[in-house]
């Protein structure tokens, strides 16, 4: 079945996070390339991953966060997360981990002399 922006209920933002997926076969890595308060699609490598199947995901060094697999397509998959990130969370992982700000200085920003 597929879910559009309204089913959601939640914005997603783009981004690009290397993250660990666990499912009761083992653990991968994954790379997160949208991310909301409610769940996240990752580029899955494998792409074997069934819908209903039960996972953890880790965003960066953030979780273990249950969740499950609402759909796959190649070799992305769409979850969705049991309990909702908190938006302050959300928005440590994008201002922190995001691939993409690597070397642009928004990761750790230069500290300022007194």
């Given at each position: 079945m597929a879910y559009n922006r309204m089913q959601r209920g939640a914005e997603r933002h783009d981004i690009s996070i290397v993250g660990t997926?666990?499912?009761?076969?083992?653990?991968?890595?994954?790379?997160?390339?949208?991310?909301?308060?409610?769940?996240?699609?990752?580029?899955?490598?494998?792409?074997?991953?069934?819908?209903?199947?039960?996972?953890?995901?880790?965003?960066?060094?953030?979780?273990?966060?249950?969740?499950?697999?609402?759909?796959?397509?190649?070799?992305?998959?769409g979850l969705l997360f049991e309990n909702p990130l908190y938006p302050a969370v959300l928005d440590h992982i994008r201002a922190h981990f995001d691939l993409r700000d690597l070397g642009k200085g928004h990761i750790d920003p230069p500290r300022t002399s007194l």
């Open positions: 997926l666990r499912t009761g076969t083992g653990k991968r890595d994954v790379t997160i390339v949208d991310l909301s308060e409610r769940g996240c699609r990752i580029q899955d490598r494998m792409g074997h991953l069934s819908p209903d199947l039960s996972v953890t995901i880790r965003i960066g060094p953030i979780g273990p966060i249950a969740a499950l697999v609402r759909w796959q397509d190649r070799n992305y998959a």
